[in-house]
């Protein structure tokens, strides 16, 4: 350890007859300039520097200054983290830890005021810099970026911009605007869905809901009537299959794929047509909370009535062994046999409850599970 | 020494004498039996009244493995069903059914309505005598869903009072209408056949309705070939056609006498038999085809009704047969001599004195892909409509010249879905019938038009009735 410090200290020194080959007042303006940000990994900083500065001085005082020629010179390393594990990591981390020191008192916006940034992961990071940056640094450095990000805009240093640079990505996906879809001339909205390797693009026409995929009617394009409602499902839950006519083209996948790529396309090129209607279409993806939730403490009751009704039959003891058995019919005492089958009773009746209460787990049908939600609540004390 | 005792088990003989008296004479009562363990007091109630209980076997708790003997399968007490009964119980139509609910106020069907356009959109029932004629000539099908309902009714379509029309009209004229019904599947080309029969049979004309055009072609019944001919009849269907001739139009046919002598017939046909005595007259299947000319002979003179002749399943009659000639070479369908009368009137060879309506229905279910019928019907959809007729591909060679005869300048009627009224009126019926538990609304029809591709009946059925359909 001791010999790398003497070794970067030589190095130091040596910068001194390496910049005044080139030129000695742009080295020493670079150098002052840089001060503020730069930060050595030494310990002998101070030193250092002054030795550095008795050197110039001594070499520009000296007689011989003239006749002194270098007649090899060794590369310097820019950088002076050069010898250091994470050499470009080392510089930016230094930079946006002066960055955030010096501007730290400049007005901040509240976080989600903040313009949106794409910042590199730390896996992203290291893939562009090459090298094997830890997590925790590039944490704590991440946090100070983001932070610095956070200065009002109209007072934002290009200081600081350029110093973030680095830790963005190339591209800010959130600046991404989707392209407005609008309805054409002839009266047509277009909409695109996907669903599995199946696309489908469907156009939709004020009409009386007539259907067109691929130029075959409905039935021959989907033999099973699953399919078919499935295709027109947007349609279908908003009441409104009899005022759009829909012509689609759909290809790739299976039949089940393509209908539901075309359930996508079609909703999307309704909601074009009556953007207001993009809510309530955009909920059938998933179950609104309060079901969950009810659904969940509804089935741990279940689940604790049923435990409870098998550990009372098991809590039988046969006649013959006095031990914990399943006994056989006829053999245990008359009102723990009672008690066992109302148990029994109450822990099948609600286990089928259960089941028939909510068979698809995840399938939003708006009506459907509209009219549960209410037998649900009706039922639960909640 | 062979040991009755258990080779594995290391009870000792002697042990048996601690089995309580009690279990080995009468089977004892449960609390007097609780005294060791239960497990013979179980076997003792598994193995009955056999004599298990002797303890020639080890005593154990819980499942013996009993290895050598097979469980015996309880033989199968009920009759295998008879050859063909399978088939009958699967071919077999049902007209009416009691657990449906009947519809009140509806008309039935008669000659002038059918023709009326203020009965679209309505749903007519078919009179009881029709009902009859047409169970005669085998117009019902086993796949349509008569057996859903009370009793038997139809959906007036505009399809269908166009269809009568025509008919009526070129009757009327004492033209021939020849008219070729086509559309896509499950469109309800049978069904409009069916009306079409119906027409026939309310208008008192003698209606010769062949129900599968692919049971003449397929090899599935027997075939001769006609003595200094070329052809080949077909004597079983033959007698069987004749059969459902007679007691489709007896009433008609029993008004008719015969006019012409036929000498050279086998049986003795006298002038003052009544036609219907002539299609009675043999079951001999050897007599049937000359037979058969005979009456058609009589049908075509000047005088008689008017003839409607119909085939379901046009396009199996358009290829070449799955007969052998003695040659062993496939016979083409238009050499079968029943199917030659059918396609000779049906491409405008024969004439008619009295009017007629040669009606051929196309299939479109089991359906082989004949280009030269397709080519055919395209043209005459297209001359019918006054566009320029398409011509042939120059490139095809297997053109059938046979079959573009048969269709030359058929009159196309393409049948398609129905209109949203009209599919209300079906659902509603559907409804009051009891089948359809649905609110039959301007939503709910149209939900049901929709899928069902734009109003095709048979996938309308599907859509709506789709639970309670039987399962054929």
């Known amino acids: 350890m001791s010999s790398l410090r003497y070794s970067l200290r030589c190095l130091r020194d040596l910068r001194a007859t390496a910049t ?166 002839f009266g047509r909205s277009h909409g695109v869905g996907r669903r599995k390797s199946s696309v489908a693009r469907a156009w939709l026409v004020q009409g009386t809901g007539e259907v067109l995929i691929n130029g075959k009617t409905l039935n021959d394009a989907f033999g099973r009537v699953h399919d078919r409602e499935s295709a027109l499902w947007g349609l279908k839950v908003m009441d409104r299959m009899d005022k759009y006519n829909v012509w689609a083209l759909v290809e790739g996948g299976g039949t089940t794929g393509q209908a539901e790529a075309l359930a996508m396309a079609v909703s999307k090129a309704l909601t074009v047509h009556e953007p207001a209607l993009k809510t309530p279409l955009k909920k059938g993806k998933s179950m609104p909370y309060p079901y969950n939730f009810c659904a969940r403490i509804f089935l741990i009751c279940i689940k604790l009535v049923v435990s409870l009704a098998i550990r009372g039959k098991s809590r039988e003891r046969s006649l013959a062994m006095s031990k914990r058995e399943r006994c056989p019919p006829g053999s245990s005492d008359k009102t723990s046999q009672i008690r066992c089958f109302t148990i029994r009773l109450v822990g099948y009746f609600l286990t089928g409850l259960s089941s028939r209460r909510m068979p698809t787990w995840g399938i939003y049908r708006p009506d459907w599970h509209e009219a549960k939600l209410r037998t649900l609540w009706s039922i639960l004390p909640i | 020494m062979a040991s009755a005792n258990c080779w594995r088990c290391l009870a000792r003989p002697s042990q048996r004498l601690l089995v309580p008296a009690s279990l080995l004479s009468t089977p004892p009562t449960p609390a007097s039996a609780a005294t060791f363990t239960t497990s013979a007091q179980l076997r003792a109630v598994k193995a009955g009244s056999k004599d298990d209980v002797n303890l020639s076997r080890h005593i154990r708790a819980g499942k013996n493995l009993i290895l050598g003997k097979k469980k015996k399968r309880p033989a199968d007490k009920g009759k295998p069903p008879a050859s063909g009964e399978r088939k009958a119980f699967r071919k077999r139509i049902q007209l009416s059914n009691n657990n449906a609910l009947e519809v009140p106020g509806l008309s039935e069907m008669t000659a002038e309505n059918i023709v009326d356009p203020s009965s679209v959109g309505k749903i007519l029932g078919l009179p009881e005598v029709v009902l009859d004629q047409l169970r005669a000539s085998e117009a019902f099908k086993p796949t349509q869903t008569w057996g859903l309902f009370r009793s038997p009714h139809t959906l007036i379509r505009a399809e269908t009072v166009d269809l009568a029309k025509q008919l009526t009209d070129a009757i009327g004229k004492k033209e021939t209408l020849r008219l070729v019904i086509t559309g896509d599947r499950a469109t309800g080309k049978s069904m409009l056949g069916l009306q079409a029969l119906a027409t026939g049979f309310m208008n008192n004309w003698i209606v010769i309705n062949i129900p599968e055009g692919q049971e003449l072609t397929t090899a599935a019944t027997e075939y001769s070939q006609i003595h200094n001919s070329e052809q080949f009849s077909q004597p079983v269907y033959t007698v069987k056609l004749f059969q459902a001739i007679f007691k489709a139009n007896q009433h008609i046919l029993s008004q008719y006498k015969v006019e012409m002598d036929h000498m050279h017939l086998p049986i003795s046909v006298n002038r003052g038999m009544t036609l219907a005595a002539l299609a009675n007259v043999t079951k001999e299947p050897e007599f049937a085809w000359p037979v058969f000319q005979a009456f058609w002979k009589e049908l075509l003179l000047p005088g008689r009704p008017p003839i409607m002749f119909a085939l379901d399943g046009l396009s199996h009659i358009m290829r070449v047969s799955d007969y052998r000639s003695p040659s062993f070479e496939l016979i083409h369908s238009h050499d079968l001599s029943l199917l030659r009368l059918f396609t000779d009137a049906l491409g405008g060879k024969t004439t008619f004195a009295n009017g007629a309506a040669i009606l051929g229905v196309c299939t479109k279910g089991n359906n082989p892909i004949i280009p030269s019928m397709e080519k055919a019907l395209e043209q005459a959809a297209a001359a019918q409509a006054g566009e320029p007729i398409p011509p042939r591909d120059p490139f095809f060679k297997k053109y059938d010249e046979r079959v573009f005869d048969a269709l030359r300048g058929v009159r196309i009627l393409n049948v398609k879905g129905v209109s949203k009224p009209e599919a209300r009126a079906l659902m509603e019926y559907w409804a009051a019938s009891g089948i359809l538990r649905l609110r039959v609304d301007e939503k709910n029809v149209s939900e049901k038009w929709t899928l069902a591709g734009c109003g095709i009946l048979g996938e309308m059925e599907r859509a709506a009735l789709y639970d309670v359909r039987s399962p054929v």
């Open chain 1, 20 to 185: 005044r080959q080139s030129s000695l007042s742009a080295s020493i303006k670079a150098a002052s300039t840089c001060s503020g940000t730069r930060r050595t990994f030494t310990t002998t900083t101070a030193r250092q520097d002054d030795g550095f500065e008795r050197l110039q001085e001594a070499v520009t005082q000296s007689p011989d200054a003239a006749e002194l020629d270098v007649t090899r010179v060794r590369p310097m390393p820019l950088s002076p983290s050069y010898f250091s594990r994470h050499t470009q990591f080392n510089d930016s981390f230094v930079l946006v830890q002066d960055l955030a020191r010096k501007y730290g008192r400049l007005p901040i916006l509240p976080p989600n005021q903040a313009p949106r940034v794409a910042w590199k992961t730390k896996e992203q990071y290291r893939l562009a810099v090459g090298e094997a940056v830890k997590a925790r640094d590039y944490a704590s450095c991440i946090a100070l970026a983001k932070r610095l990000n956070q200065i009002h805009p109209d007072l934002m240093p290009e200081e600081v911009q350029k110093g973030l640079r680095p830790f963005k990505r190339d591209i800010n996906f959130y600046l991404n605007r989707a392209k407005p879809i609008l309805v054409d001339r």
